[in-house]
């Protein structure tokens, strides 16, 4: 690998020059205007896949903005990877906000400052840079690589998952590299193995058929956003335990490994508490704040309404309350099987005066790469490698829809390895991203193809 | 009494079509365009208080609509009663749901349909005309009487209370008389007796410092909406006791006597929440719905808003939830006093890790007059001799403001003798007023006067 990691050394300059360029097209994914910026940052893309030496590159036009296909499979007998991310960008407002012009990339210190910096151009460009460095150097890949480059991500990757369920065997993978996530912390390697899932739904309450004033029928009747906040009240015990029947019973229990893992990580809690404008922090007992937000399930309230919400005073007893209550879910619970359990302990609760109403607003799976997958051992490895210390593992509270369809359409292992900061104003004005880990990641990425093309084979068909 | 009877029964043509001048006039006390109304309406009462044989009559203007007062004190040793009503009306939106113009007053059977019929122009009629049958039959009254007409008891009677607070002596009587109230069903005379009070509170609570994303915090912080929930549950129990400590302590005691009179009614419950669409009931134990609505303290959350309410879903963590949270007051609690234990236990039951801000917005004195009060005995017996039929005692759930002002401030019994119907869709297209219940409204009137004028001296100086 010393060739490969001095090309790339050598080349710092010109990598940096070349995301300029790709940082200068507009691509905002959700603003019409844009959509001939789309098909400029596409063709980008495909360009650069074909200098860096894929044999074959391919631009499928889509519903909307076009996804960019790349592939070198010159490598038999060995894995296979596919690279993922999207080079379509958030908007820009609120402009006036911008210490430079979004579009025209700029460096300050360490950090290149431009609308898609950290997400995701900077990312993706890391994996196309890491490919080029393996054919200049050694004329081909130590495995077999894809690549698969959407503009919708921003806007709910929707045309690229109807591509993923019609191009299974196109797409067909042993390990998917995904940059698009965080560094736990500035310059610590990180491999971000697990994400939530969710199950959101809605809770409508109806008491009496019509809004009644409180003076004349106060007393005698149900109130529905009382019965709704009793009910609501009932969702989660004391020690912030979901008291809904059956809820844990799916749920993977965190391992020692994982807790050593997460102690480690030296998370201070106060620090971050104060950043949110919290004295005090509250959850499921026995866990701590990195094990509640990463891999414990979670209820929450997400928006209540009901009767008169105006200004001043109203005495009405309203006919309706809702509420959008939605839970966190970890591996490996089934959101469809927690909406059954849900809307079935809703309705045990209910009083009998009342009507309840329970609908699915949404879902989504959560998603876990054990530590002792290879293509997560390959990543740890080689991000170690390229910064010259230990890779941290940790979990993610949300969910990403797009790393489940394709862990559970294509089975292959996600692992994110993802190079931007939290701090790097992703989705606000200034977005920039440190130019250290960039070329930390154009690292991390050739090492990943070094590593994992020697520990794993591929899939038996 | 039986020539002021018989005088009565032989005017109610004439009556009923005085009764149509007053409707035609479209005094709708919150429209800018009708305030010249407004004062046709004033002076028509004042003509018609002159008419009937009051030797002093004046329109007072104040900031809004002008006050009408009218006295007759020619009985030394005789008790005063005050006689209150209002000449204002609703809008008449929407006018297209109108079966006859809501200013040409329109019969049809034994109704009277126009704007301001039952609310409150028929009623304050009924008063005028009491008055004027003694002097036609008699020469004089039998006690002494005073008018106070507002034009402003649609819009929050603001002036009248200023002029209250200022006229004391003016408006000093032993018994206020008031018809804006409904009988308890057709033909049945009816006296209310007690109104209940209220405090009106605004609890927010905050969270974290700003909105976030339930997927990276959920689990880890406290969900405003969640513990508002959690509070408002703890604020009433299983049997629908208000928890709030020291709660009960002034609240008197339904007697024997009242509750053997609201079971007389025979009051149907089944009806009644068939009628606003419910199957089942509720309420505090121990209590039948007449006298959960009428006579007990209660509790209602009027409103709540927390998080993103829109369609669909949005994974948020609120930094704030808002409920609004009013408590029906009956005698002899104190919405003062109540405030405060609202807020102290408010502040008991919060948990740390949130901030709660209590607000007061509304508050008013809940208002009885004792059974054995001389003008409610005037009162029922009054409506006895009118309709015939014994007087049945009820309380209202609601509060009327402007009955409190005058208990409190001219320390005058108030005797609500409402001849009205719930059913007359007061406030609403095609309001009407029973032409039977306002002939024996204007008998009850006079029976009143004889009946006090004999059972109750003046109030000591």
Known sequence: MKEVIEYIDSNKGKYIEELKEFLRIPSISTLPENNKDMQRAAQFVADKLKDAGLNRVEIFQTEGHPLVYGEWLGSPGKPTVLIYGHYDVQPVDPIELWSSPPFEPTIVGDNIFARGATDDKGQV???????????????????????IIEGEEEIGSNNLSIFIKNNVE??????????????????????????????????????????????????????????????????????????????????????????????????????????????????????????????????????????????????????????KISMRLVPHQDPNKIEKLFTKYIKKIAPKEVSVKVTSLHGGYPVITPLEDKAT???????????????????????????VEFANRLKASPVLMGLGLNTENLHSPNEHFNLNHFQLGIKSSAYFMDEYSMNASPQKK
Not at 125 to 140: A, L, R
Not at 385 to 400: D, H, P, Q, Y
């Open 170 to 323: 196109l797409l067909k993978s042993d390990a998917v590299l995904i940059s698009d996530t965080a560094l736990f912390a500035p310059g610590v390697p990180t491999i971000t193995y697990g994400l939530r899932g969710l199950c959101y739904m809605e809770v409508e309450v109806t008491g009496p058929s019509r809004d009644l004033h409180s003076g004349t029928f106060g007393g005698g009747v149900p109130n529905p956003i009382n019965v709704l906040a009793k009910m609501i009240s009932q969702l989660v015990d004391k020690e912030g335990r979901i008291k809904i029947d059956g809820f844990y019973d799916d749920v993977l229990k965190l391992s020692k490994k994982e807790r050593e893992n997460f102690k480690a990580l030296k998370f201070s809690e106060k620090q971050w508490a104060k950043e949110i404008g919290l004295k005090h922090l509250t959850g499921e007992k026995g866990y701590t704040t990195l094990e509640r937000i990463w891999a414990r399930p979670t209820l929450d309230c997400n928006g209540i309404l009901g009767g008169f919400t105006g200004q001043g005073a109203k005495t009405v007893i309203p006919s309706k309350a809702t509420a």
């Open 125 to 147: 460009y890391m994996h196309i840079k890491s490919v080029e460095s393996f054919f200049k150097t050694k004329g081909s890949l130590p495995l077999n690589v894809k690549f």
């Open 377 to 403: 051992i390959a990543g740890a490895k080689a991000m170690q490698l390229a910064f010259g210390k230990k890779t941290v593992f940790m979990r993610e509270g949300g969910s990403i829809p797009i790393v």
